[in-house]
């Protein structure tokens, strides 16, 4: 079968360490558009973090955000599916007492907010220099996180624990899975805990996408770096990890292409255009 739907995820992926895209890239994109297929960038950004050279692509009309929370039509310039956070989870995240250093982040319409702290000193907390301008131009700073938290429980696209020590992230993680219900946690950079609804996810998210435009999984490429990319490799027949991906990642993909920095995903675009993957 023919290809109709590239899924890719951003960071570290699609995207450059520079966190803009090849001219390479934008040319093998371009060359995809003008076939008639699908260009879905799947991020664990919200949607207001998603730079505006990514929205603007030619064939780009979906985006999957908030790690599978939410899928936007860009030209209807509106959500068209979410799969928000259940109160009961909320409140029982909230009831935990998180490790010292650890700020909390949330995903809202769209619109991500932080602890000011956060806003503040993003490097204090594990951020790159990259990382840091980043949560500064795109973070809403917030006061009472626990108090605003529990006013917006029932719109939360998702939530993520910021926190730069790696033995207290885990132990961390293994009280989110084990006390807290109809939750999963993944992470697309070390030093976060990224929590979603149990039946969101990538995966499910980009599955829900092409049943909607009628494209099978057989005919969708994906591509990803992280562990919150996993079940989106695993959702389709070619998903693809980058050679800078995790572990889990690449274990999950039926390939490994070339880093992000070298094109990888474009690469590989390239050569199911030109094979048809037939």
Do not use: W
Request: hydrophobic share 40%; charged share 25%; proline share 4%.
């Amino acid at each position: 079968m023919g290809i109709k739907l590239i899924a890719s995820d951003l960071d570290g992926t699609l995207l450059t360490d520079q966190k803009t895209l090849s001219p390479y890239t934008r040319s093998v994109l371009g060359m995809a558009a003008e076939r008639g297929i699908f260009i879905v960038p799947a991020t664990g950004r919200s949607f207001k973090a998603v730079p505006d050279i990514v929205k603007t692509l030619p064939g780009v009309e979906y985006l999957i955000t908030a790690n599978g929370g939410a899928v936007y039509s860009v030209s209807a310039k509106k959500r068209i599916y979410q799969c928000l956070l259940e109160e009961t989870s909320v409140e029982a995240v909230l009831a935990l007492e998180k490790p010292s250093k650890t700020v909390l982040e949330v995903f809202i319409d769209g619109v991500p907010y932080s602890e000011e702290a956060y806003v503040k000193s993003p490097m204090d907390y594990g951020a790159t220099e990259y990382g840091a301008e980043y949560v500064r131009q795109t973070r809403t700073p917030v006061k009472d996180m626990a108090a605003f938290v529990r006013e917006h429980k029932k719109e939360l696209d998702s939530m993520a624990f910021v926190c730069g020590d790696r033995a207290a992230r885990e132990k961390f993680r293994r009280e989110l899975v084990g006390k807290v219900p109809d939750i999963y946690v993944t992470a697309s950079v070390p030093h976060l805990l990224e929590i979603g609804h149990k039946n969101a996810g990538k995966g499910n998210t980009l599955l829900y996408l092409l049943k909607r435009l009628g494209i099978s999984p057989e005919e969708a490429l994906a591509f990803g770096d992280a562990d919150n990319d996993c079940s989106m490799l695993s959702a389709v027949k070619y998903g693809i990890a980058v050679a800078n991906g995790t572990a889990a990642c690449r274990e999950a993909a039926v390939c490994v292409a070339d880093t992000n920095q070298n094109d990888g995903p474009a690469k590989m675009i390239y050569k199911a255009l030109a094979a048809k993957l037939n």
